[in-house]
């Protein structure tokens, strides 16, 4: 039987949480370097498409354009600015790895180039990719078209599947700083807003009807169907061409998205889950120097180094290793919430 939609009191959709604390943890886990291969192809289509899901699944703006951006620079802007920033001024003081000098870092930061010091991208992504979808869901409601999902889902996937060509297709070296990604996330905002508008779209015209098949049974299957349209690639190591590579991503992300989705809506939902998925913005601010911090300490032991050599040891000692972190941020984060709520745009509670 299916979770309930129930919300908790903090006026929360518990599965949405529990979809957000599964995807947190893979993004804590892809950066450590215990983590092979073999486990980065089962997640790595699906993860951070998931979050922009779960941002479109719970969009529900009647707000002016002038107080939804405002809103989204408290909630947003602002944690990336102060947390991308002080993990800049940290590194320059207390670091475990090589840094360049602090205003080349800065400046890179500011440019938001992915993958060239872009400090917190993701948050930066997530900003970004919500003003054009305020429009976008604004035209798409005023819209009287009957089919007006499948049209506007299909303009999604149109201007995502160009995005995509772009990066695929567009020569590195005729952009000065030699790579084909845009500041502040240009050439992704459109494959994120697609997952966004898919969120959406889910929670107001299909999820009942997905819900109608999610059993035990089918559950299996999807997870077997992932599985082997992952690995069978994987392990063959069979070369698409540039269309065909293409959709074997959207095939593989969306099937990974529904895969964890159904996982999530019937999983027994719990303080350590719901607390870890409010808070998957502090966790993906914070979790950079602490895994740092362990992986410093570990290389000092050989059993360490012995476990890195072998994928099977790597995996599940990586696998660990994230729920450990996970729990150590628990304290951080709560005095962050408790004591610095303006931080990450809320508001300080009463005792």
């Known amino acids: 039987m299916l979770n309930p939609l129930y919300k908790n009191m903090n006026n929360r959709i518990e599965w949405i949480d529990t979809v957000k604390y599964i995807c947190i943890m893979f993004v804590m886990l892809t950066h450590l370097e215990s983590c092979t291969e073999e486990l980065r192809t089962f997640f790595n289509p699906f993860f951070l498409m998931l979050f922009f899901f779960c941002s479109g699944y719970v969009y529900k703006n009647n707000r ?7 809103k989204k620079i408290r909630q947003l802007f602002v944690p990336w600015l102060v947390f991308s920033c002080l993990n800049i001024f940290l590194a320059q003081i207390l670091s475990f790895n090589k840094h ?10 500011f440019l938001q180039i992915r993958g060239l010091n872009d400090g917190l991208w993701f948050i930066a992504a997530l900003f970004i990719t919500y003003i054009p979808f305020y429009f976008y869901v604004k035209k798409y409601e005023e819209s009287k078209n009957k089919y007006k999902h499948i049209i506007f889902v299909c303009i999604s996937l149109i201007f995502s599947f160009i995005s995509i060509l772009y990066t695929k ?13 845009l500041p502040w996330h240009m050439e992704y905002v459109f494959q994120a807003m697609l997952f966004m508008f898919i969120g959406y779209i889910f929670k107001n015209k299909i999820e009942n009807k997905i819900d109608l098949y999610n059993t035990g049974k089918n559950r299996f299957i999807l997870m077997l169907v992932y599985v082997i349209i992952r690995y069978a690639v994987y392990f063959s190591g069979v070369h698409f061409s540039v269309i ?8 593989s992300q969306l099937f990974g998205c529904l895969l964890i989705i159904d996982f999530s809506k019937v999983i027994k939902s719990n303080k350590y889950f719901n607390f870890v998925g409010q808070n998957t913005l502090l966790y993906f601010a914070l979790h950079g120097k602490f895994y740092s911090l362990f992986q410093t300490i570990l290389k000092n032991f050989d059993i360490y180094n012995m476990i890195l050599k072998n994928t099977i040891y790597s995996s599940i000692f990586a696998i660990f290793l994230t729920v450990i972190l996970s729990l150590v941020l628990i304290l951080p984060v709560y005095i962050i919430n408790r004591y610095f709520p303006f931080l990450i745009g809320r508001k300080k509670k009463d005792n």
Request: aromatic letters at 18%.
């Open 64 to 70: 002016s354009f002038k107080a939804f951006i405002l």
């Open 169 to 181: 297709l567009m020569p590195a070296e005729l952009l000065p700083w030699g790579s084909v990604n």
């Open 244 to 251: 065909i590579e293409i959709i074997y991503s959207y095939l």
């Open 100 to 109: 360049s000098d602090l205003f080349e870092e800065l400046k890179w930061n």
